[in-house]
């Protein structure tokens, strides 16, 4: 079990899908920066598709996403969506060598399997591919067998499946009903359809969750043959996100049933053969993250810890996110404002921040403490923050040799917080992020 020093989780913190983060961005940077940076760009780059809908909207989701509902709504975003891929592509004008493909939401299911092969020629015909990995997010509610054939026929080959939980109670608790029966036949299909990597998506400190119930779904993941399993702390910021007002809050487990669902959860994966990544991901060990984590080779990027080693990450849909070595981007988050840009055949960036020489070496200390449990810090760095790394230190939570700083074994649920300290926007942040266990 991990040490608990509850004084030392107290401050919300970023998960660090990005440095600086969302929080930071500005209208000042928009659709002229992101053309500048789609001119520029060479070399090896990563595509992410956002499908921003769902045919049931769960109540504990934070996701950037709504209710399927009328066709039309549905169909009048893919003509959108098209439309930026077509935009989009000729400005890296062959450039470049897309390699990764990713689509999430949302649920990229809540479309039809017949539209989604129609976006796969649209990225096809207007962006260079280069044997590239395709992966998917997917709802197991709305998963039916002609999907199966459609992945299959465009090769993807790796999946996620947003399981959350195994028990029914908790599963009523949070809006989202889907017997165990139903995950097993999405994983079946899968497999048949070529997925040689499968995440389950499972959560803790979900109400009226205790140990057990987390056990049970760990041992149903593994059972199942889950290749990875990320397993998340629920965040409850209904101030945030008002869907959220319907899960009963006075249920909710309290910080110290959290942290040892987490710790438990983690000594039962590894036990089970799992290869830790990062501080919440698991995988077997034949799998590419699990392989990248033993060698050094984990990064992070809006899609959480990944092998991907692109430079560039171009995000196409309603709030997806553009990552460049010198500046992020966001896309309209609302989908009819997005609708009406791209009507207009304009870029749809109204959001970010250009990252500064100062924001590029603190983010990449942030990923290597995240990613590797490590980084050199710098004499300058190390000196000014000695103060706040002593809590760390002093309870062997970290070791600072010189202007190099190692998050011990015991120190892995405090990497966040660990690494939020190399993060100078982080004043009076509390009511934008969640827990950091």
């Given at each position: ?188 299909m899968l497999r048949r359809a070529g997925v040689n990597s499968l995440n389950y998506d499972l959560m803790y400190g979900l109400p009226g969750q205790d140990w057990d119930m987390v056990e049970e779904s760990l041992s149903r ?217």
């Amino acid at each position: 079990m991990w040490p608990y020093h509850p004084e030392l989780l107290e401050r919300p913190v970023p998960r660090y899908t990005s440095y600086p983060t969302a929080a930071e961005f500005t209208p000042a940077i928009g659709a002229d920066a992101l053309d500048e940076a789609l001119r520029a760009t060479v070399g090896e780059v990563s595509l992410y598709i956002h499908i921003p809908y769902c045919e049931q909207i769960c109540w504990y989701c934070g996701c950037n996403t709504g209710a399927s509902g009328k066709r039309q709504r549905l169909a009048s975003y893919l003509d959108a969506l098209t439309r930026e891929i077509a935009i989009v592509g000729p400005r890296l004008d062959g450039r470049i060598k897309v390699r990764r493909i990713a689509f999430g939401g949302g649920s990229p299911n809540a479309i039809s399997p017949t539209d989604f092969v129609r976006l796969v020629d649209a990225i096809t015909v207007h962006f260079s591919l280069d044997n590239p990995v395709w992966s998917i997010e997917l709802d197991p509610r709305t998963l039916t067998q002609d999907w199966g054939d459609v992945l299959r026929f465009v090769g993807i080959t790796r999946a996620s499946l947003g399981v959350q939980t195994f028990s029914p109670t908790l599963q009523a608790a949070i809006g989202r009903i889907q017997p165990g029966e139903m995950i097993e036949r999405a994983t079946t299909m899968l497999r048949r359809a070529g997925v040689n990597s499968l995440n389950y998506d499972l959560m803790y400190g979900l109400p009226g969750q205790d140990w057990d119930m987390v056990e049970e779904s760990l041992s149903r993941a593994c059972e199942l043959g889950a290749d990875r399993i990320a397993l998340f702390g629920y965040a409850h910021v209904p101030h945030m996100l008002p869907r959220q007002r319907r899960i009963d809050a006075q249920n909710l487990p309290g910080q110290d049933e959290r942290f040892m669902m987490a710790a438990r959860g983690h000594d039962y994966l590894v036990d089970a053969g799992y290869q830790p990544v990062g501080f919440d991901h698991f995988a077997l060990p034949g799998d590419a993250i699990a392989q990248a984590t033993v060698a050094g080779r984990l990064h992070r990027n809006f899609q959480g810890f990944t092998e991907d080693t692109a430079p560039v990450l171009i995000g196409l849909g309603a709030s997806a996110i553009s990552c460049f070595p010198d500046r992020i981007i966001q896309n309209e988050k609302n989908a009819g404002r997005y609708r009406m840009l791209l009507s207009q055949d304009r870029l749809t960036g109204v959001g970010g921040i250009r990252r500064s020489a100062d924001d590029q070496k603190r983010g990449a200390i942030i990923e290597a403490l995240l990613c590797q449990g490590e980084a050199d810090i710098g004499g300058e760095l190390a000196a000014g923050l000695r103060g706040a790394l002593a809590p760390f230190v002093e309870r062997g939570l970290a070791r600072l040799d010189g202007g190099r700083l190692v998050i011990l074994p015991g120190g892995l649920p405090y990497a966040r917080t660990i690494a939020a300290l190399f993060d100078p926007y982080r004043v009076d942040s509390g009511k934008k992020f969640s827990s950091a266990v």
